[in-house]
């Protein structure tokens, strides 16, 4: 990618934190996502890493020449080169959920002397869509100070907005990784399972449900490993439902991201209680449904946020018969589903047109 600018005497920079485990595909999507909107925004791209293996980098698709930092040994120079960074560098925080607990008191204080720094020296400081969790005082409230003193705070649901005082919500990161046409509709004969392993394995009626609902609409079943920590759960789910179970094992996560998003492209229906797969699922043109015990507000909240509701159903709420229903009318959204994430990577693809146009009106 071009930079945005000739070189000057002394060369522009943008840093941006990436780190995150190599075990979860969605984390690596977001964080290689964001990655995008840094590259070409400055002579020199900064990636901070943390502890990630070297999988991670490739998962990540960084541009050739950029500057890797590894480890926790290497923070220090991470905050020497925001420091020392010429006028006008680019920062880039990590996109996805931020933690707010007690615990992070020190790092949202860091982060603000981070911001301050890059925004004194006439840069622009972006904190790509985000959600908020476990918020507590006074790490919100610092979270929140240096929000509102980055030119770009963007949220992925209206409540974390609402925690940290700010207003911009729009859609996940995730999807700006590329809509795909997958296999036409009428010809799709999957119904694709990816359930979380920390949770309760659902009950006979959830299974029978399932079971009843593939045979009827002609489709196979198959369970896929998104996080490397539900590949159990993945498997127990395949002997329950009768389905095919396709384990991630030892493919390297690049190749295991490609196969999966094969199997999306060829399922009528995913269903899952993790909010990248169902990104994902959506960007390969199949119904998204988060149908399980108890759901947490995240993919709700998350999927609003781009004009689709009534994603998710309580199966505890609901008879065997209720969610072979639910499962119907979810596959007849599918034309509603295509346009609202078309809508959305529209969005984000405008949100890094601006992102690009602010650097260079600052160092015009």
């Not at 490397?228 to 295991?256: K, M, Q, S």
């Not at 060829?266 to 149908?291: F, K, T, Y």
Request: hydrophobic share 45%; charged share 25%.
């Amino acid at each position: 990618m071009t930079p945005l600018l000739p070189s000057a005497q002394r060369p522009t920079r943008t840093l941006i934190s990436a780190t995150g485990p190599a075990g979860n595909i969605g984390d690596a999507l977001i964080r290689r996502e964001a990655v995008r909107w840094a590259a070409g925004t400055s002579d020199e791209l900064v990636v901070y890493v943390g502890e990630a293996p070297d999988t991670w980098l490739r998962q990540l698709g960084l541009p050739t020449g950029t500057r890797v930092l590894r480890s926790k040994r290497s923070v220090a120079k991470w905050l020497w080169l925001i420091a020392t960074a010429p006028r006008h560098p680019v920062l880039v925080f990590e996109s996805g959920e931020i933690p707010l607990d007690r615990g992070n008191v020190l790092r949202e204080l860091v982060f603000l002397a981070e911001t301050v720094l890059v925004r004194l020296k006439g840069g622009v400081v972006v904190r790509p869509p985000r959600g908020i969790r476990a918020p507590t005082q006074p790490a919100t409230a610092l979270h929140s100070l240096a929000a509102r003193l980055s030119q770009f705070a963007l949220w992925r649901d209206a409540a974390s907005a609402a925690l940290a005082g700010g207003s911009r919500v729009v859609p996940d990161i995730g999807f700006a990784a590329g809509i795909r046409p997958g296999t036409p509709r009428e010809d799709r004969r999957d119904l694709v399972v990816s359930l979380r392993g920390t949770r309760p394995m659902p009950n006979e009626d959830w299974c029978g449900a399932v079971r009843a609902f593939a045979a009827s609409e002609g489709l196979r079943i198959r369970t896929v490993v998104q996080v490397r920590e539900d590949e159990t759960r993945a498997r127990e789910l395949a002997d329950a439902l009768v389905g095919t179970f396709e384990p991630w094992g030892d493919t390297d996560p690049v190749t295991h991201e490609a196969r999966l998003r094969e199997r999306y492209d060829d399922a009528r229906l995913v269903i899952s209680d993790r909010m990248h797969v169902l990104v994902l699922a959506a960007l390969s043109g199949a119904a998204p449904l988060e149908l399980v015990p108890a759901p947490t507000h995240k993919v709700t909240a998350a999927f609003a946020t781009i004009g689709l509701t009534d994603l998710t159903a309580d199966a505890a709420m609901l008879t065997a018969a209720d969610m072979q229903e639910r499962m119907q009318r979810q596959i007849d959204r599918a034309d509603e589903v295509t346009e609202k994430v078309a809508g959305a990577a529209a969005e984000l693809a405008a949100i890094d047109g601006e992102i690009r146009a602010a650097i260079r009106k600052v160092r015009a």
